[in-house]
């Protein structure tokens, strides 16, 4: 029988509302926060005020990083580290989308440990316990918020690389659906396939099990539900919450189970071409399911029953395929690219694109199927469109 571990440390807010219930768990963590945010409209945000506000009225200072860029690299971390030791930082807060959580995650690792950050790359690498840390996410996409992974650029092969220790868990995530109110479609559409891509990747993952499992049924569910409405209408409160929820469970379960196909493929198109990772996890989805389903068409039947499919009387196989055709019609009707070539993918870049996602071993061992470089490179040329 196999063996699996569910490790969950974080406490969790969730609800609208819920970053002013953020004094109720501060106090011990210090009296000088780094507060981590995007170098755009993210650091503009009312909320981030709000944020200062609740810090003061408990005696807590702030000072703000907001140099983050769409997949932060080693040096804008560094230069984070140093900011928050010249200020006598004594915790810090990663407020935004994945990238400004992330950076804050491995800022609040090293703030604590020496060494050079490349060499945390892989699985239980950073020596030591971090700086308390905080996140509040203000996209549905990431889970961040509750996840041991980090994804900073500047790796061994100058690539995005994954940092994955249990010192990365924040002390606090804060969920609160009404700091996703003002993202645009584009955004939402994005970060919310990257939430479903967590949860079909994490379901059929070689390492999923009942708790996680439930999670990503749970979350599967919401995203199909409520995606399309939170792209219509941002302001849509109920289809906000289920998506913030989405993410939230999302994260949870591939913190456990792990990821696929869609992420090694999706990691190595960001760090080649900076396609959005939501963008890039769209396009490819449905492809690696495709690909995936002979493996597990148990676990993909599982999925179209939770996506809202009708899959009474069909084969196994036919039920497993209804999955695929519930994240297509998903697609069909989001403000996303539908091919890579729409992204300006030249067919010339696939033979290194799958060699590159071929060398991200963790996630290739939790994709159902196994997985040959010839196997890569006939996803990406599908996906080319």
């Known amino acids: 029988m196999a063996v699996h571990l569910l490790r969950f440390p974080v406490q969790v807010v969730f609800g ?15 009296k000088h926060a780094l507060v981590v945010t995007g170098d755009g409209p993210t650091a503009s945000m009312p909320a981030v005020d709000t944020l200062r506000g609740i810090l003061a009225r408990e005696g807590i200072s702030v000072s703000l990083f907001s140099e983050v860029k769409s997949d932060p690299d080693v040096e804008t ?3 984070g580290v140093a900011r928050a030791r010249e200020e006598g930082c004594d915790f810090v807060i990663g407020f935004g989308g994945g990238s400004p959580m992330d950076a804050a995650k491995v800022i609040a690792a090293r703030l604590n440990n020496e060494g050079e950050i490349v060499s945390w790359e892989g ?15 203000t996209t549905s996409g990431t889970g961040s918020e509750v996840t041991w992974v980090a994804v900073i650029s500047g790796g061994k092969r100058g690539q995005k690389m994954s940092i994955v220790s249990q010192y990365l868990y924040p002390v ?3 969920v609160d659906p009404c700091l996703t109110y003002t993202m645009p479609p584009e955004i939402t559409a994005a970060t919310g396939m990257d939430a479903l891509t967590h949860a079909l990747e994490s379901h059929v993952s070689r390492r999923a099990w009942e708790p996680t499992r439930a999670l990503s049924l749970k979350a599967a569910g919401l995203a199909s539900a409520y995606l399309e409405r939170a792209c219509q209408d941002g302001s849509d409160t109920e289809a906000r919450r289920g998506m913030s929820l989405a993410s939230l469970l999302a994260g949870m379960a591939f913190t456990a189970s792990g990821l696929g196909l869609a992420h090694a493929l999706s990691h190595a198109l960001g760090a080649r071409f ?3 990772h939501g963008v890039a996890n769209a396009v490819l989805l449905p492809h690696v399911m495709r690909f995936n389903l002979p493996a597990a068409p148990e676990a993909y039947r599982e999925l179209a029953a939770a996506m809202g499919m009708e899959i009474s009387g069909l084969s196994s196989l036919r039920a497993a395929e209804k999955a695929v055709e519930a994240v297509e019609g ?23 694109l799958a060699a590159e996602a071929f060398l991200n071993t963790r996630m290739r061992s939790s994709n159902p199927r196994e997985t ?8 990406l040329r599908e996906a080319l469109g």
């Open 330 to 352: 998903l697609l069909a009707v989001l403000p996303l690219p539908r091919n890579l070539g729409d992204l300006g993918v030249p067919a010339s870049s696939v033979e290194s």
């Open 16 to 30: 609208e509302g819920s970053l002013e219930e953020i004094r109720s768990f501060i106090r011990s963590f210090g």
């Open 172 to 174: 606090l995530a804060v």
């Open 274 to 276: 900076g396609i959005p």
């Open 123 to 137: 699985v239980g690498r950073i020596p030591g316990r971090a700086k308390p840390l905080v996140c509040i996410p």
């Open 372 to 379: 040959v470089p010839e196997d890569l490179v006939g996803i």
């Open 77 to 79: 971390v560094e230069r």
